[in-house]
């Protein structure tokens, strides 16, 4: 076992993920190999399916454990004496992104626009106007994205101070 902050515990996470992918790729590729009659398979491979098979099982193992160890530590580290955990922490600072994306949209609008050819039946021109008060919902925008980006800069700093065993 070793220490490591949480965030070069998500890293090792990563590369082990694409560790994984290039074992099952080497796996593949020494499967199956094109020979004339008589030649020896053996010769045309470097490593037997069996061995990168076992490092396939290996990597897995240890992609488990590191999965294992980050969740726990997304659930057990707080901020600040706060209730809120990491993962907590990440899934609300996704909601108020997405919610000041919307709302930027909203913020952002012409409160009376007009259509080029949108006619009535009777020939008068058709205006779209907005039902809502445009400055809130951009100030409600900026709000936000300020609320998710001091949240985001609390998991950083959890990920560097939070320690786990790996």
Known sequence: MEKMTLKEARV???????????????????????????????????????????KIDDCIERLIEVGRVIRLANVGATANGDDKD???????????????????????KNPRMRERGSFSSDCTELVDVTTYNIGKYAERARRLSDEAEKLSTEVDRLDLETTVEV
């Open 12 to 54: 090792l996470k990563a590369r082990l993920g694409k560790e994984l992918d290039r074992l099952v790729e080497k796996r593949d590729s020494v499967a199956v190999v094109t020979i004339m009659p008589g030649e020896d398979p053996m010769e045309f491979i470097d490593v037997t399916v069996d061995e990168v098979t076992k």
């Open 86 to 108: 990491i993962a907590t922490m990440v899934e609300t600072t996704i909601m108020l992104r997405k919610e000041a994306k919307c709302c930027n949209v909203l913020g952002s």
